[in-house]
């Protein structure tokens, strides 16, 4: 089969993925083997690619927002028939039974393996998953459209739901990429007011395209004070900014991997219960409950199509901020 290797990390604009003609997997038991159609292209994607994160296993096919379609079940599998369309997000396995697996944190799970990172994704004709880490996907959408919502949309509803957001609440989100973008859209369905804090005019457009009460920087004062706050931009300074806008008993939800050191600051800011969480990747319950609601609301994301033989210029576009919505390869036609 056709795919898209990284046998060793390079910086993106040296062509580090190579197209290869490699053995197509087989499904092994409690697998299935998912003919690929279309693959997203994700901010984490490139950082795998150029060796930010460390310890992807070589040579690797990248890609975790997969949609496409059951060609072959391992042995004892059953969830899915033949032909039946899936989506494989970033979480491909969690053990099961540790004890974040038991308590429902499957996310934090130590042995957790990571689709296109720890275990093959799908820049390729074909993958194998667990079939119970497998997303069935709404028929609402078409496999295009799907491939966004399977990461930045399902990692923006699991922010939403850690922030504890309430309908009718004043939510503020800092930082506007693709996941702030699906985010404000569930909020508006729950009838929230969204104040949206970026310093890009285009993204301005973009959130108040989306429903935005309100869009300014970081540094301006919003007309009133926020329930919940949701940090996407990896910038440490911006968590005293948003307590300073969050009312008593109000949630601050950072989203992000890495951040630039939060800076010291005046204990009244946290004061008066407020809660700071991080979000850390997200679980089945987060894609099997947001998949349908993206559906109902609906959600159409914007996409721009690759083919899967432009892997290397579809990250080299992302990494140049030259993407609007994400960037999909499309592998079969
Ligand atoms: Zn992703
Ligand atoms: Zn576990």
Known sequence: MRA???N?????????LKLADIPRPEAAPGEILVQVHVCGVCHTDLHVVEGELREASLPLVPGHQIVGTVAANGDGVMRFKLGERVGIPWLHEACGICEFCQRGQENLCPWARFTGY???????????VPEKFAVPIPARFSDVEAAPLLCAGIVGYRSLRLSDLQ???RLGLFGYGGSADLCIQVARHWHCEVFVFTRSPAHQELATKHGAAWVGRAEENPPSNLDRAIIFAPVGSLVPLALGHLRKGGTLCINAIHTSPIPEMPYDLLWGERTIRTVANATRRDAEEFL???????????TQLFDLDQANQALQALKHGQINGTAVLQVRH
Not at 118 to 128: C, N
Not at 292 to 302: G, H, N, S, V
């Open 4 to 6: 898209e290797l990284l």
């Open 8 to 16: 060793q990390p390079a910086e993106v604009n040296s062509n580090p």
């Open 118 to 128: 720890t275990a093959q994704g799908g820049y390729a004709e074909y993958t194998t």
């Open 167 to 169: 309908q009718g609440e």
């Open 292 to 302: 349908p609601l993206a559906a109902e609301i609906p959600i159409i994301p914007d």
